[in-house]
């Protein structure tokens, strides 16, 4: 089952969520790598719908996959479509690491995330703090959801000997997220409101909660990049957290955000909204053994996630 270093050269490789940031992402890294990519659109896949999912699967038989394809959204979505959230992820989820299984797929990828973790783990997150303890409520049921995943992928290895994989990003941005002003992450959150603030002229931007969580940030094409290497050299029912190894409050980050933006008024804070878990950095050691480290600095980050916004949202007005 453990067969490091997998070869990706030649073969099929699906990319489930290829529309969605990491699944995009995904695919602009696997540009550089000679494989036959598989993509199908969600009107003609709903992975939700075992049936098809099924059927595309034995027609398709990818060799490799990586399971990017998830309901997501911040703080809020998270907390208000809590049934949508734990639905649509533990059946996403079951439907094509079934499916890979029966299908022969060669190696699976599935992303988790670090909300999985418990809301007082000890910090930085260590892989096998995973089901210590109590949840985050605001997002019980993704982490929930998540965590069906990653033990169907640890099942299937152990009874099947599967090579499938489970990976845990950090908080992820840049091209290609959700903007949606209530529904979106804190990152894209913040450059839009940022933005429209400047050109609004309002001296006064809102930043939820008290400012005072932590939270660490990595760009989505460094986390690509990541994923790319452990595909190709990890093996292991262990989980491996995907990050920078550092974090920042987030009324700091608010600073970073709104220098890169070019807002110069002020930021205040709703304390009536929730601050989710009070920190959430990732112990990255072992991904650091296996040779990986983040490339992209907070401050390029962000710089290069604005621009990617404004083509984005100029795109869409056209
Ligand atoms: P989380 O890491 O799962 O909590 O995901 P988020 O990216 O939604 O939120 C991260 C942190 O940013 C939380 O403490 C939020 O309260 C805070 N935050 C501040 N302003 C915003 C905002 O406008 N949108 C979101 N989603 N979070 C915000």
């Given at each position: 089952?453990?067969?490091?270093?997998?070869?990706?050269?030649?073969?099929?490789?699906?990319?489930?969520?290829?529309?969605?940031?990491?699944?995009?992402?995904?695919?602009?890294?696997?540009?550089?790598?000679?494989?036959?990519?598989?993509?199908?659109?969600?009107?003609e896949l709903d992975l939700r719908d075992q049936?098809?999912?099924?059927?595309?699967?034995?027609?398709?038989?990818?060799?490799?996959?990586?399971?990017?394809?998830?309901?997501?959204?911040?703080?809020?979505?998270?907390?208000?479509?809590?049934?949508?959230?734990?639905?649509?992820?533990?059946?996403?989820?079951?439907?094509?690491?079934?499916?890979?299984?029966?299908?022969?797929?060669?190696?699976?990828?599935?992303?988790?995330?670090?909300?999985?973790?418990?809301?007082?783990?000890?910090?930085?997150?260590?892989?096998?703090?995973?089901?210590?303890?109590?949840?985050?409520?605001?997002?019980?049921?993704?982490?929930?959801?998540?965590?069906?995943?990653?033990?169907?992928?640890?099942?299937?290895?152990?009874?099947?000997?599967?090579?499938?994989?489970?990976?845990?990003?950090?908080?992820?941005?840049?091209?290609?997220?959700?903007?949606?002003?209530?529904?979106?992450?804190?990152?894209?959150?913040?450059?839009?409101?940022?933005?429209?603030?400047?050109?609004?002229?309002?001296?006064?931007?809102?930043?939820?909660?008290?400012?005072?969580?932590?939270?660490?940030?990595?760009?989505?094409?460094?986390?690509?990049?990541?994923?790319?290497?452990?595909?190709?050299?990890?093996?292991?029912?262990?989980?491996?957290?995907?990050?920078?190894?550092?974090?920042?409050?987030?009324?700091?980050?608010?600073?970073?955000?709104?220098?890169?933006?070019?807002?110069?008024?002020?930021?205040?804070?709703?304390?009536?909204?929730?601050?989710?878990?009070?920190?959430?950095?990732?112990?990255?050691?072992?991904?650091?053994?296996?040779?990986?480290?983040?490339?992209?600095?907070?401050?390029?980050?962000?710089?290069?996630?604005?621009?990617?916004?404004?083509?984005?949202?100029?795109?869409?007005?056209?």
């Open positions: 089952m453990a067969r490091t270093p997998f070869e990706l050269k030649g073969k099929s490789v699906y990319v489930a969520g290829h529309r969605g940031m990491v699944g995009a992402a995904l695919l602009r890294r696997l540009a550089m790598e000679d494989v036959e990519l598989l993509t199908v659109k969600r009107s049936a098809a999912v099924f059927g595309w699967f034995a027609k398709m038989r990818p060799q490799v996959v990586f399971m990017a394809a998830a309901k997501v959204g911040g703080i809020a979505a998270n907390n208000a479509l809590r049934a949508e959230f734990i639905y649509d992820n533990v059946i996403i989820a079951a439907n094509a690491i079934h499916a890979a299984h029966t299908n022969g797929t060669e190696k699976l990828m599935f992303l988790g995330s670090s909300c999985i973790y418990p809301k007082l783990a000890p910090q930085p997150l260590r892989e096998n703090s995973m089901l210590t303890g109590p949840l985050e409520p605001t997002n019980e049921p993704y982490a929930i959801a998540k965590i069906a995943g990653i033990k169907m992928v640890e099942a299937y290895r152990t009874q099947y000997g599967s090579d499938f994989i489970n990976v845990m990003p950090t908080n992820l941005y840049g091209p290609g997220d959700n903007y949606h002003p209530e529904h979106s992450h804190v990152v894209a959150a913040l450059i839009r409101r940022f933005h429209e603030a400047k050109l609004a002229g309002i001296s006064n931007v809102v930043v939820w909660g008290t400012g005072t969580p932590r939270r660490e940030f990595l760009y989505v094409d460094d986390m690509a990049d990541a994923c790319i290497h452990l595909m190709k050299t990890y093996s292991s029912d262990e989980l491996i957290n995907i990050g920078t190894g550092e974090d920042i409050t987030i009324a700091e980050f608010a600073g970073v955000v709104a220098a890169a933006v070019g807002y110069t008024g002020e930021i205040s804070f709703d304390p009536s909204r929730p601050d989710g878990t009070p920190r959430k950095l990732l112990d990255v050691s072992r991904l650091a053994a296996l040779g990986w480290r983040a490339r992209t600095s907070l401050e390029d980050g962000i710089r290069l996630a604005y621009r990617a916004y404004l083509s984005e949202s100029k795109q869409a007005a056209e």
